[in-house]
């Protein structure tokens, strides 16, 4: 089982729906949680982070955790076309540090149609 | 891009032959990693740095090293280059290790 699951994709949604994205995992100590945005060609961006378990919200985006479940999702709500990208979770147990660990998902590709 | 640049941004070589990469920092971030991304694969570390001169193998360390003699510049190299290692490489800064900010990457085709 690895660590980290993300669905693939790819998802489609028309302009103005709700995105739910998510991310399953294994390791119990997993506490920090990031989701990262990807435009074709270009580096992660960081999109969201968050500790423990809980929601945050920014703007048109929530991230969730719920570390009973080891679950997290990411809600795009009234989606763009600009945020047609691939969309990546990343967790860490220790805070990365010197133990460098920060595991990532394999990505969702999302595609928001005008 | 956080302050991060990676040359060369493309490169074509030849197996065989040695590759350095490299990453500069404006932010003087104490951490520094390099990812390669592949489809199928996602981000897999490769190697980090936690300071000058400290440094760590990730989870795909083999054929690469690494070296970083100032805070700013973190290189990676290929010894010898072989196809396997055709990816996109992506340096990453962090303050703390946990937010971790990428450069835009480099793409190299070994032939």
């Known amino acids: 089982q690895k660590e980290v699951e993300q669905d693939p994709g790819p998802l489609s949604v028309p302009e103005g729906a709700i995105v739910s994205l998510n991310c399953t995992y294994s390791n119990s100590a997993f506490q920090y949680f990031m989701w990262y945005r990807q435009y074709s060609r270009k580096g992660p961006e960081l999109l969201m982070y968050?500790?423990?378990?809980g929601n945050k919200e920014d703007g048109r985006f929530t991230a969730q955790v719920d570390k009973s479940s080891k679950y997290i999702s990411l809600f795009i709500r009234d989606s763009q076309p600009s945020d047609s990208a691939t969309y990546l979770c990343a967790m860490s147990a220790d805070g990365g540090g010197s133990q460098g660990n920060l595991i990532f998902g394999k990505g969702t590709k999302l595609s928001v149609k005008p | 891009d956080a302050g991060i640049t990676q040359s060369p941004r493309h490169k074509v070589t030849e197996t065989g032959t040695p590759v350095t990469l490299r990453c500069h920092q404006t932010e003087n971030h104490r951490y520094m990693y390099w990812y390669r991304q592949d489809p199928g694969h996602g981000l897999r570390l490769i190697h980090y740095s936690y300071g000058v001169k400290d440094t760590d193998k990730g989870e795909v360390s083999d054929g690469y090293s690494v070296s970083r003699s100032k805070t700013e510049d973190f290189l990676l190299t290929l010894e010898s280059a072989t196809s396997s290692q055709t990816s996109v490489y992506f340096c990453?800064?962090?303050?703390?290790?946990?937010?971790?900010?990428f450069g835009p990457g480099t793409r190299l085709t070994v032939l």
């Open positions: 990453a800064i962090s303050v703390t290790g946990v937010k971790q900010f």
């Open positions: 968050t500790y423990s378990s």
